[in-house]
């Protein structure tokens, strides 16, 4: 059974830090990895996703590494802002073959401090 | 090209009622997924519809179930509701096969009392 565990829960940092949210997971075998953000009481915003092929997506401020034989991915946010205070998740998806359901982190509470 | 919408945003229920929620996919989307989060949890996938038919189902007893229609909208349905079905119901649609990046909606948040 796949599960997924996100460090820290909570982060608190003043504005301009760099950060780093950490995923892992235990099962290697997965079709991509994707990273959401959740406002409070808000639905999820896909902010980048990896293909198991793939060690790096970037977007902006953001950027994302996979590293699939160990389980691992990271998310890299440069020069922080208030606004991007909000829950951070990341979540699997198995192969193909086994549909699309995706396996989620409990996420990662950020607050940047102006 | 319209997002995932959800209906209602909030719902307040007794324990043993039934609700239904529902979700329009949003467009070119075949296959919509229902997931239940918690407060303080990640989601947790209910189940997914692909061709009008559940394709993959979570830990959930059967009293969750679902549809999907022909224009691809969705329902969650729950009976016999339990104080512990209280969390954020969210949906989201993607297109079958490929990436299939999922697209979620603004969410559900029902309370049993």
């Known amino acids: 059974k796949q599960e997924v565990t996100q460090i820290p829960a909570a982060l608190s940092v003043p504005e301009g830090e760099n950060l780093v949210l950490n995923c892992s997971f235990t099962d290697s075998a997965i079709y991509n990895l994707q990273w959401f953000r959740q406002d409070p009481g808000k639905g999820l915003t896909s902010l980048l996703l990896?293909?198991?092929?793939?060690r790096e997506q970037t977007s902006g401020r953001l950027n994302a590494s996979l590293d699939k034989s160990s389980g691992r991915s990271t998310l890299y946010i440069a020069a922080s802002q208030p606004g991007d205070s909000a829950t951070y998740l990341c979540?699997?998806?198995?192969?193909?073959?086994?549909?699309?359901?995706?396996?989620f982190g409990e996420g990662t509470q950020l607050t940047v401090n102006p | 090209e319209t997002g995932v919408t959800q209906s209602p945003t909030h719902l307040i229920k007794t324990r043993g009622q039934q609700v239904t929620l529902r979700c329009s996919s949003q467009?070119?989307?075949?296959?919509v997924s229902w997931y239940q989060q918690a407060l303080g949890q990640g989601p947790q996938f209910i189940f997914q519809?692909?061709?009008?038919?559940?394709?993959g189902r979570g830990n959930f007893p059967p009293r969750f179930s679902g549809l999907q229609f022909p224009n691809y909208s969705s329902e969650l349905n729950v009976n016999a509701l339990e104080l512990d079905d209280s969390a954020l119901y969210l949906c989201?649609?993607?297109?079958?096969?490929?990436?299939?990046?999922?697209?979620f909606g603004p969410g559900t948040r029902l309370l049993v009392l």
């Open positions: 990896i293909q198991s092929s793939q």
């Open positions: 467009s070119g989307h075949n296959t």
């Open positions: 979540a699997v998806r198995p192969p193909e073959t086994s549909g699309s359901r995706l396996t």
């Open positions: 519809y692909y061709r009008e038919e559940e394709n």
């Open positions: 989201a649609s993607s297109f079958f096969g490929g990436v299939a990046t999922q697209y």
